[in-house]
């Protein structure tokens, strides 16, 4: 059992607890379910596990994030991943920056509803003439780029799961490594869309002779921003819950 003051190991027997002196009987928890094992106590308050049968929701502190974390979140943030990497080897985000390029210099150096009707039939035949294959063969720093990132995203499968699981383990670590997760994620994505911005766009510059803006880096600046909040958030959430993270 857990002191549910202090948050430190109260051993068996006890009559207080050894830091802080709180005693036993305002650590017992009405609602503790003891397994079929016998050898974990569980608080089931709000259908979320946690061992040592400390009374969280009783004591104003909720878990709710962390049921949704571990239930939905972390493999949602999986699933995203496995897009990513789908999208990388099928060269999907060359095709969209391309179309992006063409409306850009249609606008630019012609009348733009004319040049419209023919773009329609361009772009049929885009995927063919900008598939990812012929892009690398372009370009070998693209190549390598996007298959490090193919086995970037692949690798954050493995350890959002991995960090899922060491939550629901209440291991040490748990928290710290849910943060490099988030804070991973939109670095990844930061990086290898400005590579792909400063490589691809100068490629599209010497066939288009034109230089689009920088506003395709408009979304993964915002998902690096978002990230950076997300990680904040998350860490002044389980700092307030680092007793629980004790395996």
């Not at 430190?8 to 050894?18: K, M, R």
């Not at 080897?89 to 419209?116: H, P």
Request: proline share 4%.
């Amino acid at each position: 059992m857990f002191c549910k003051k202090c948050g430190s190991e109260i051993p068996v027997n006890a009559s207080f607890c050894p830091k802080c002196g709180t005693p036993v009987s305002q650590n017992v928890n009405r609602n503790i379910y003891q397994n079929p094992a016998g050898s974990q106590n569980f608080n089931w308050a709000g259908g979320v596990p946690y061992p040592g049968g400390t009374d969280y929701q009783s004591s104003g502190i909720p878990m709710q994030w962390y049921g949704f974390v571990t239930r939905l979140g972390l493999f949602g943030a999986a699933i995203v991943y496995l897009v990513f990497a789908v999208r990388t080897m099928l060269g999907s985000a060359y095709l969209a920056q391309t179309i992006s390029y063409i409306k850009k210099v249609a606008g630019a150096f012609g009348d733009l509803g004319s040049l419209l009707g023919d773009l329609a039939s361009e772009l049929a035949g885009l995927r063919e003439e900008y598939s990812v294959k012929e892009i690398w063969e372009e370009s070998g720093a693209l190549q390598a780029v996007d298959i490090f990132m193919i086995i970037a995203w692949l690798a954050m499968i493995v350890f959002a799961i991995l960090v899922r699981q060491q939550l629901v383990q209440y291991k040490r670590n748990a928290p710290r490594n849910l943060l490099v997760l988030i804070a991973g994620s939109g670095v990844l994505y930061f990086l290898h869309s400005l590579l792909r911005q400063l490589i691809f766009g100068g490629l599209l510059k010497e066939e288009m002779g034109y230089t689009a803006g920088i506003n395709f880096m408009v979304l993964p600046v915002i998902g690096l921003i978002g990230a950076a909040v997300a990680a904040y958030l998350n860490y002044m959430y389980f700092s307030k819950r680092a007793a629980l993270f004790r395996n």
